[in-house]
């Protein structure tokens, strides 16, 4: 079985990492979106005009009638989404997918019944494989299995996809008609924190722009990869801190943590990595969805007083310069904290097209 083009369904699709990641590989089309949080599906429209936009709660039988119906229209073979999941605990193991909580995931594969697609992908938390020993990854294969898929899963981890930052994510990969392996490895060397951003390295506190023009040069592979086609520089805005925050990471020298911070001045903060700053020569901590927060994790930039920007945040998702996000700062701190990398998307999309793709 080949398949010459994919055109997508993007449950759970936020601001649009999965679809624009995989449509870097040009025989994957994103043709219908779907998501209850309107502003990150401004910033999905914002950057990928010719979605359809469908907002609302896939659980509203209207809206859940309305995707079938447009994915019908516009010969949907592929989806991709990653339902949130907080039933799978130890807790939740009596009821299963059967869980209330994990209802959005019933959701997603009750449309993989009902829209049969050539193949699709599940993404989410890594410690869904292992929570409850396997147990809840065994309910899942079951129930793919059942729907009459192969199935393939493990962890990825992003920065063996040339992305500047150590985030893992359970993939699956299911299909209809063959077995397709998750991609394998393909960067000998890391992207770095530096190779990132060294380019922005001149903001401080408060200071930066919605829209700016670039002052320097890149300085590396990655920078030109992530500048190419983009006129202006976007998001490159620091939070502007208050006085006792810039006085802490006054006192923290380049690429070090709280631990040179006097004890009267640690505060509540439990964790090792609070008061941390990135390490120029190291890939980044996963980033979250408070990365502007100085005491929230290893957000600091790496000398600067100052946690990073959402440009130098998107960087290390690997979301280009093009990439531009929309919405309050709140909102946008989540729609990058809670994207897929699209580096990491390309290469699933890469690896199903090796498989199933019109090879000719």
Same mark, same amino acid.
């Given at each position: 079985?080949?398949?010459?083009?994919?055109?997508?369904?993007?449950?759970?699709?936020?601001?649009?990492?999965?679809?624009?990641?995989?449509?870097?590989?040009?025989?994957?089309?994103?043709?219908?979106?779907?998501?209850?949080?309107?502003?990150?599906?401004?910033?999905?429209?914002?950057?990928?005009?010719?979605?359809?936009?469908?907002? !609302?709660?896939?659980?509203?039988?209207?809206?859940?009638?309305?995707?079938?119906?447009?994915?019908?229209?516009?010969?949907?073979?592929?989806?991709? !989404?990653?339902?949130?999941?907080?039933?799978?605990?130890?807790?939740?193991?009596?009821?299963?997918?059967?869980? =209330?909580?994990?209802?959005?995931?019933? @959701?997603?594969?009750?449309?993989?019944?009902?829209?049969?697609?050539?193949?699709?992908?599940?993404?989410?938390?890594?410690?869904?494989?292992?929570?409850?020993?396997?147990?809840?990854?065994?309910?899942?294969?079951?129930?793919?299995?059942?729907?009459?898929?192969?199935?393939?899963?493990?962890?990825?981890?992003?920065?063996?996809?040339?992305? +500047?930052?150590?985030?893992?994510?359970?993939?699956?990969?299911?299909? $209809?008609?063959?077995?397709?392996?998750? =991609?394998?490895? $393909?960067?000998?060397?890391?992207?770095?924190?530096?190779?990132?951003?060294?380019?922005?390295?001149?903001?401080?506190?408060?200071?930066?722009?919605?829209?700016?023009?670039?002052?320097?040069?890149?300085?590396?592979?990655?920078?030109?990869?992530?500048?190419?086609?983009?006129?202006?520089?976007?998001?490159?805005?620091?939070?502007?801190?208050?006085?006792?925050?810039?006085?802490?990471?006054?006192?923290?020298?380049?690429?070090?943590?709280?631990?040179?911070? =006097?004890?009267?001045?640690?505060?509540?903060?439990?964790?090792?990595?609070?008061?941390?700053?990135?390490?120029?020569?190291?890939?980044?901590?996963?980033?979250?969805?408070?990365?502007?927060?100085?005491?929230?994790?290893?957000?600091?930039?790496?000398?600067?007083?100052?946690?990073?920007? =959402?440009?130098?945040?998107?960087?290390?998702?690997?979301?280009?310069?093009?990439?531009?996000?929309?919405? +309050?700062?709140?909102?946008?701190?989540?729609?990058?904290?809670?994207?897929?990398?699209?580096?990491?998307?390309?290469?699933?999309?890469?690896?199903?097209? @090796?498989?199933?793709?019109?090879?000719?």
């Amino acid at each position: 079985m080949k398949i010459e083009k994919f055109r997508i369904l993007d449950l759970f699709a936020g601001a649009g990492g999965f679809s624009y990641g995989i449509e870097k590989n040009e025989n994957f089309e994103t043709v219908v979106a779907v998501d209850f949080n309107k502003t990150a599906l401004n910033t999905f429209k914002h950057n990928m005009p010719n979605v359809y936009i469908i907002n !609302g709660d896939i659980t509203n039988k209207e809206i859940k009638d309305e995707i079938v119906k447009t994915s019908f229209n516009f010969k949907v073979n592929m989806i991709i !989404g990653g339902p949130p999941c907080q039933g799978f605990s130890l807790k939740g193991k009596k009821l299963g997918l059967d869980d =209330p909580r994990n209802y959005l995931f019933n @959701e997603y594969l009750n449309l993989v019944e009902i829209i049969k697609p050539d193949v699709f992908v599940i993404e989410n938390v890594k410690a869904l494989l292992s929570t409850s020993a396997g147990w809840f990854k065994d309910e899942i294969i079951k129930r793919v299995k059942k729907l009459g898929y192969f199935v393939e899963y493990g962890i990825l981890t992003a920065s063996d996809f040339g992305v +500047p930052q150590s985030r893992q994510r359970a993939i699956f990969i299911c299909c $209809k008609h063959s077995s397709i392996p998750l =991609p394998i490895k $393909k960067c000998e060397n890391n992207v770095t924190v530096k190779n990132a951003i060294f380019d922005l390295a001149y903001l401080n506190s408060g200071e930066g722009a919605f829209e700016q023009e670039y002052i320097t040069e890149s300085s590396s592979e990655y920078q030109k990869l992530m500048r190419q086609g983009s006129l202006k520089l976007y998001n490159h805005q620091a939070s502007r801190h208050a006085d006792i925050a810039i006085k802490k990471l006054e006192m923290i020298p380049p690429e070090c943590g709280k631990e040179h911070l =006097p004890e009267e001045m640690l505060g509540k903060q439990q964790f090792s990595g609070t008061w941390g700053r990135l390490k120029w020569d190291y890939v980044s901590p996963t980033i979250d969805t408070r990365f502007d927060a100085c005491s929230n994790g290893t957000n600091n930039h790496p000398f600067l007083n100052r946690s990073i920007t =959402p440009r130098e945040a998107a960087r290390l998702q690997s979301f280009d310069d093009k990439f531009i996000f929309v919405g +309050p700062k709140v909102q946008i701190r989540q729609q990058i904290g809670n994207a897929v990398p699209p580096l990491m998307a390309k290469a699933i999309a890469d690896k199903i097209y @090796e498989v199933l793709g019109d090879n000719k």
